[in-house]
């Protein structure tokens, strides 16, 4: 039986046992459940605190779990990314205080508070750049104001936590973080790691692509797959009018509303958008 690891609680914990039920997976109904059986697919989900996941995967206890990317990284943990899930996504940025210009070459011999010392530490050994790094749990906008630190390095959103302690973004990001399904590297996939692989694939294309059918005359026909190519073609079938056509492609989801404008431009009428459950592609 397949045995996976799913975040135990939080936002992280909510998307993937949703992602996890749009793939046809039980999933459980009581959040203090630590354990699942779904017997009709040979799988086990253990619900485990998200920076433990990693861990479990190295091990090969578990073959493979859902966590952060940013969580792999600081875990140092010898597993892989397989998929990305395309949900908890996050930046992982410098900041200090508001009315300095540092640049990243700039942080050399100083102090960086972090909740992330592995994550932080990789990023300076790639750079060559020497730097103390300072491990806090929590509160990390605070440790610069408390003079544990002359910056810090954290996850970043809308930035608004960090204008309330005084610090303002600096530099590139150091990461790009979201969801990612991982294993162990060079491991033999099972058959159910390949069926639960090509099941959440699925779920990440249909929330990406909707599928969007119009009528249009032959004259334009070229000029409307242009802009809606598929992702191998779009399905063209004549209709009752000879000089008409239907058309049907997957396109994505962000870009549909400026390709449905730029359709009616063509020429394309009856345009038609459908969400996708689910794919295989």
Known sequence: MLKVAIPN??????SAIAMLKEAGYRQRSDARDLTLIDPENEIEFYYLRPRDIALYVASGELEVGITGRDLLIDSG????????LDFGKSTFRFAAPIGTSYTEADLSGKR?????PGLVANHFESTGVKVEVVRLDGAVESSVRLGVADVIADVVSTGGTLRQAGLAIFGDPILHSEA????????VRSAEVETLLRRLQGVVIARQYVLVDYDVKSEYLDAACALTPGIESPTISPLQRSDWNAVRAMVKRSDINRIMDDLWRVGARGILVTDIHACRL
């Open 9 to 14: 609680k939080g936002s992280l914990s909510d």
């Open 180 to 187: 990612i399904l991982i294993e162990r590297p060079a491991v």
């Open 112 to 116: 960086v508070a972090t909740a992330y």
């Open 77 to 84: 943990a010898k597993a892989e990314e397989i998929l990305a």
